[in-house]
């Protein structure tokens, strides 16, 4: 007979962003004249950058002849055409020096952070800041790393990283022994950041341990402030310890494209059960060839158009129209009376709920009162709860209706 992992039978309820979509269209079944306004789901609105057009709709055409078809990618690992705009534009502008083969393109950091867990052994201790991008958990979940989930709906064999008010929302480290460590700066859902001084005590604690450090930087184009590091590499000793994430889809419109890449590098490295050190580089290489075939050439001759002068020119105005709408929302709830975190180096803010109602009430006050959607905070995590997230990443002038409605509640 064929047998199921059980581990999924694990996983708590539906994914948080299915269940969301799943109250809205109930909603609008009951009120279909309702005009609902969403800043709950991390989607862009604003349409790809001109100099992104341009550049697939040439590859498009090239596509089209003999002479420049392309078929695989013989490197499996990305184009080096892209590879090399990234290194030379990410990381070596910031004094940050890799070899473009520690770089791999996919199809998303979604991906990649859920796929990361898979080459590492099933008895590493996980640790996750709490609230969390339930991917991180959910994947190491399905891997059959952790037990059952208990009443706070944290699963067992996971430490949990409590960011809340006190601590600013960056964790602190573990007092317990962790092996693999996940981090998200810009912050998904609190929007908040992390200074040098606190990756450097994360990079500490991860040489003194032996651990890695899972670092998801999906958001750090958002960044702003001069003293806030965009990669963790601009730590001293982190290509040791850390592998990190990055993304097209938020910083260049690239939700319907698909494009991102992992950075592993060569130095660093994992052990074997008898304490064996292992390079991480070529077994992520290996497990990337062997199931995934790679980005669409048209895809990543438009991810290397966000490098040329018009493109990051193009794609800058968009970002600076989120983090305006970022600020337009911050200064409006707070002349509301709410409290809200976030908004400034990122595009998520991160409010407390209002008369100590739960996160899923506010919803669903929101939805039907103001017609609103946003996030739970309690779909991240245990500390979630009594926060709701928000996105910037709406329409201008949703954004300012939308703030009509938050005073009219």
Known sequence: MATINENF?????????????????????ENPDADVISMGIGDVTQPLAPAVVEAMKKAVDEMGQTETFKGYDDSGIGYEFLRQAINENDFKARGVQLDIDEIFVSDGAKCDTGNMQEIFGLDNIIAVTDPVY?????????????????????????????????????????????????????????GAVATKEQLKNWVDYAKDNKAIILFDAAYEEFISDADIPH???????????????RSFSKTAGFTGVRCAFAVVPKQLKAYTKDGKAVEVNPIWGRRHCTKFNGVSYVSQAGAAAVYTPEGKKQTQQVINIYMNNAAQMRQS???????????????YLWMK?????????????????????????????????????????????????????????
């Open 9 to 29: 039978l694990k996983l708590q309820a539906g994914y948080l962003f299915p269940e969301i979509g799943r109250r809205i269209r109930a909603f609008k079944a």
């Open 134 to 190: 339930p991917v991180y958990v959910d994947t190491n979940v399905m891997a059959g790393r952790t037990g059952s989930a208990t009443d706070k709906g944290q699963y067992e064999g996971i430490v949990y990283m409590p960011c809340t008010e006190e601590n600013d929302f960056v964790p602190d480290l573990p007092k317990e022994k962790v092996d693999l460590i996940y981090l998200c700066f810009p912050n998904n859902p609190t």
């Open 231 to 245: 990669s963790i590499y601009e730590i001293d000793g982190a290509k040791n310890v850390a592998i990190e994430f």
């Open 333 to 347: 709830l707070t002349k509301l009376g709410y409290t809200v975190y976030g908004g400034v180096n990122a595009p």
């Open 353 to 409: 709920t209002p008369n100590g109602m739960n996160s899923w009430e506010f919803f669903d006050l929101l939805l039907e009162k103001a017609h609103l959607v946003g996030t739970p905070g309690a779909g991240f995590g245990f500390a979630g709860e009594g926060y709701f997230r928000l996105t910037a990443f709406a329409l201008p002038s949703n954004v300012k209706e939308a703030m009509q409605r938050f005073a009219a509640i």
